[in-house]
């Protein structure tokens, strides 16, 4: 097995996944988020596919020292949202594979778009 040092762990990212149908439940989740965590960093609304992500989406950014309160609320509070969530350690395939967590379903990504 392959040791990647937790200390590696700049940053994580959540990836709250929607649809047109579930856009107002992501809109909620989102607010709910603004009001009780300060200091996230919230990404732009993606009515569309982006990058590795299948599914319209938003992220949202957060330190370390953040995944003990943020993490298990997104569980327990995202309803039936998909969220993805990974760690941002420099090794961009890894940390969408092998370092990735899923709330939900697991979704297929599209890792050709990590290469390059």
Known sequence: MIETPIERITEYHAHVY??????????DLRAAIEE?????????W?????????CWSYQIAFDPDRFGSLVPWLALN??????????????AIADHTRHALWLGRQVELNL???SG
């Open 78 to 91: 995202r309803g039936s949202l998909v969220i993805f969530v990974h760690p941002t350690t420099g090794d």
């Open 112 to 114: 050709d778009a990590l």
């Open 46 to 54: 993606h009515d569309r596919p982006v990058g590795p992500h299948p």
């Open 18 to 27: 929607y649809n047109a149908e579930t856009k107002s439940a992501a809109a």
């Open 36 to 44: 009780r965590f300060g200091g996230l960093r919230m990404g732009r």
